[in-house]
């Protein structure tokens, strides 16, 4: 009997090992979380963020910006369409035009240096400052989202066509009364075309609140008021500050990554990655990619993140981050890619 008693009592403990490191595989397979030693969670499928950024390298210039305002602002967004093999810019124009942007569009493949191969035209009351979610449809094309140009507490879900304004558009609410109007929400939609993240700022707050929908709910019921219908939503308070507004907003489906910083290159840049529930994950508090190259350009004052999105190149996924350098009316645009896995 005694025998049986130990025969069993081993065969559970190697059952609840088995167990415990079959949850362990699903949790990494999944993205799943775990401390490391600076306080911070990690995946064990996932570079630690200060090496992902020392591998980071130039991925593209976009060096003809059609448009009103493309050399004299730059860029504010940028997304990769991986199918149709196209990259995406949102410009903003210049105060006489409205602040209003227009979409430039380039050929993803071929040198890193792009040219506008068609921008839509003319301009619209759409396109608001920033945020460019790239969301695929099921016949092969994409829509595009955007901060919405009369209302920055919604946003725009529109086609594009070369030549042509916006066209197909529908707009969501998507934070009340309660946040300001003209703080750009800059929606993006997840890398595996999930979820869509967004952010605005309380008013009388200085923090950012960051909220995640289920993007196939928000495509299968509409333009509309989804202010109240969430499903995550958290305060950004460790990034967010006078020296250092939102400027980017990318995401997988398991992780956000959110970038933070002025225009002024002696001002540190501020770049966090989180959990869908707000967990801060890893964080580098003085971002410093593509800052070597911003120096050279004009007098060397300007580095201003503009833009994060995710790619795949050769099977691997990639942080690329937008950075607008160099002096007014002959600004800079490239986009640094640095690896996630």
């Given at each position: 009997m005694r025998v049986v008693v130990v025969a069993y009592l081993m065969l559970m403990l190697l059952s609840s090992a088995s167990s415990a490191g079959n949850l362990q595989q699903q949790q990494e397979e999944e993205g799943g979380l775990k401390h490391s030693s600076n306080g911070f969670f990690l995946s064990g499928h996932y570079l630690d963020l200060s090496e992902s950024l020392a591998s980071s390298s130039l991925f593209a210039s976009l060096d003809n910006i059609r448009g009103p305002g493309g050399k004299i602002n730059g860029i504010q967004y940028f997304s990769f369409d991986e199918r149709n093999r196209d990259l995406y810019s949102l410009n903003l124009n210049i105060a006489k035009n409205g602040n209003r942007s227009t979409i430039n569009r380039y050929p993803?493949?071929?040198?890193?240096?792009?040219?506008?191969?068609?921008?839509?035209?003319?301009?619209?009351?759409v396109v608001g400052h920033q945020g460019l979610g790239l969301e695929y449809l099921p016949e092969g094309g994409v829509r595009l989202w955007s901060t919405y140009y009369k209302d920055f507490r919604q946003v725009a879900r529109y086609s594009y066509s070369d030549g042509a304004p916006v066209g197909d558009v529908q707009i969501y609410r998507l934070f009340g009364v309660g946040f300001r109007p003209y703080v750009s929400s800059t929606p993006t939609i997840s890398l595996d075309q999930k979820f869509i993240v967004a952010a605005g700022k309380k008013k009388g707050e200085t923090y950012q609140t960051v909220r995640v929908w289920r993007l196939a709910d928000l495509v299968a019921n509409g333009g509309g008021d989804y202010?109240?219908?969430?499903?995550?939503?958290?305060?950004?308070?460790?990034?967010?500050?006078?020296?250092?507004?939102?400027?980017?907003?990318?995401?997988?489906?398991?992780?956000?990554?959110?970038i933070a910083g002025s225009s002024k290159i002696n001002e540190p840049k501020r770049l966090g990655v989180y959990s869908l529930e707000g967990r801060v994950l890893d964080k580098d508090d003085n971002m410093t990619v593509g800052r070597a190259q911003a120096l050279l350009d004009g007098v060397g004052k300007v580095y201003e993140p503009e833009g994060l999105a995710l790619i795949e190149v050769?099977?691997?996924?990639?942080?690329?981050?937008?950075?607008?350098?160099?002096?007014?009316?002959?600004r800079h645009a490239r986009i640094y890619k640095a690896p996630l896995r």
């Open positions: 993803l493949d071929g040198d890193r240096s792009k040219q506008s191969e068609g921008f839509s035209t003319p301009l619209g009351n202010s109240k219908s969430w499903l995550y939503e958290w305060d950004l308070r460790d990034l967010i500050g006078p020296q250092h507004p939102l400027q980017g907003i990318a995401s997988d489906g398991k992780r956000i990554w959110i050769d099977r691997k996924v990639y942080l690329c981050i937008g950075i607008v350098s160099g002096d007014k009316g002959f």
